[in-house]
T-cell receptor, first 112, second 117 residues
Framework: ETGVTQTPRHLVMGMTNKKSLKCEQH?????MYWYKQSAKKPLELMFV???????ENNSVPSRFSPECPNSSHLFLHLHTLQPEDSALYLC???????????FGDGTRLSIL | AQTVTQSQPEMSVQEAETVTLSCTYD???????LFWYKQPPSRQMILVIR??????QNATENRFSVNFQKAAKSFSLKISDSQLGDAAMYFC??????????????FGTGTLLAVQP
């Protein structure tokens, strides 16, 4: 039990599909993050939310749309994705800015 | 821009032996944090150890210790008495400290550690 739960664990979708990734944290943290992990590349920060407000968008294409309805939940809505978007998407949370981040197990996304 | 470099894509160590993983980083900041994360095949990113740049003393966590050389911008991880469960991908990460505006981790490309029985 990591305290940060991501669903689904695996997702296969076509380029024209619309799907959503979900992240839930049970740690009482105030900040949540989406990262993209591609093979042979460093983890890339995508979005940061602090107290439900987006504070960072790391030049992410608009086909990725985050949503943070409350401090415990974070979604990543996907539409019209490209094959290069296939990757492991990791969610993380932290109590505050200077505290370490806790990661979920990730969603393995494959775009056909 | 800050960057993190891990020059060893793969390393191997015998069980019970000691191994050191290298990490260098580039920054013009004086206050920041450094981390080592471990990612086993289960995919969960697990925090191994954390170092505050203002602290001269090297962080230690059981069999894991770091050699933090601030002037050289080097942050290596030493694993003593290696165990089979230590086999994983290890990521070095840098976090700027800008007064709390963001908590932005910058990761290296990782080192895959194999532990031989």
């Amino acid at each position: 039990e990591t305290g940060v739960t991501q669903t689904p664990r695996h997702l296969v979708m076509g380029m024209t599909n619309k799907k959503s990734l979900k992240c839930e944290q049970h740690l009482g943290h105030n900040a949540m993050y989406w990262y993209k992990q591609s093979a042979k590349k460093p983890l890339e920060l995508m979005f940061v939310y602090n107290f439900k407000e987006q504070t960072e968008n790391n030049s992410v294409p608009s086909r990725f749309s985050p949503e943070c309805p409350n401090s415990s939940h974070l979604f990543l809505h996907l539409h019209t994705l490209q094959p290069e978007d296939s990757a492991l998407y990791l969610c993380a949370s932290s109590p505050r800015d200077d505290q370490p981040q806790h990661f979920g197990d990730g969603t393995r996304l494959s775009i056909l | 821009a800050q960057t993190v470099t891990q020059s060893q894509p793969e390393m191997s160590v015998q069980e019970a032996e000691t191994v050191t993983l290298s990490c260098t980083y580039d920054t013009s900041e004086s206050d920041y944090y450094l981390f080592w994360y471990k990612q086993p095949p289960s995919r969960q990113m697990i925090l191994v150890i954390r170092q505050e740049a203002y602290k001269q003393q090297n962080a230690t966590e059981n069999r894991f210790s770091v050699n933090f050389q601030k002037a050289a911008k080097s942050f290596s991880l030493k694993i003593s008495d290696s165990q089979l469960g230590d086999a994983a991908m290890y990521f070095c990460a840098y976090q700027p400290w800008d007064g709390g505006a963001t908590n932005k981790l910058i990761f290296g490309t990782g080192t895959l550690l194999a532990v031989q029985p």
